[in-house]
């Protein structure tokens, strides 16, 4: 895609090369997860339309689902004002998360403790094996 340049351009990205991005449902709006993206990661998922990130822990790139089967479908990629958050609004085929939930977000503070908020939909190990 010849326009990525121009695109990544928009993007500032940390002293690592990386940038936030949250993925969101394109169609209900629940926040799934929270990702890394890196210049390599930006141009696959828009020359693809899958999902790309960059795994710190890794340090390499990664499809979303590629282990799982879970993946996210681009619908729009948005970069906020001071360009550095990305929001990819995205279309989820199963779960977000690599615990079996439905998003990351399942964790929720409340009178001065964590509660967890989401069912497990699938175990782990069916989704990455043991």
């Known amino acids: 895609m010849k326009d990525v340049t121009a695109i990544l351009e928009h993007i500032r990205f940390d002293a690592a090369g990386l940038v936030p991005v949250i993925a969101q449902q394109h169609d209900t709006g629940e926040v799934l997860m929270m990702a890394w993206m890196n210049r ?3 141009a696959k998922t828009l020359e ?3 999902m790309h990130f ?3 822990s890794r ?3 990664w499809r979303k689902g590629e282990e ?6 681009l619908v729009e990629l948005h970069i906020d004002c001071d360009g550095d958050t990305l ?3 995205v279309s989820q085929k199963g779960v977000a998360c690599h615990t079996g939930r439905r998003h990351c977000f399942f964790n929720r ?3 001065g403790k964590v509660e967890v908020t989401e069912a497990q939909l699938v175990p782990p190990e069916r ?3 043991d």
């Open 109 to 111: 503070i409340i009178n």
């Open 59 to 61: 340090a390499a790139l």
């Open 40 to 42: 390599e990661a930006i």
């Open 48 to 50: 693809t339309g899958q």
């Open 68 to 73: 799982s089967g879970q993946t996210q479908a």
């Open 127 to 129: 989704l990455y094996g």
């Open 54 to 56: 960059w795994s710190r």
């Open 87 to 89: 929001l990819a609004k």
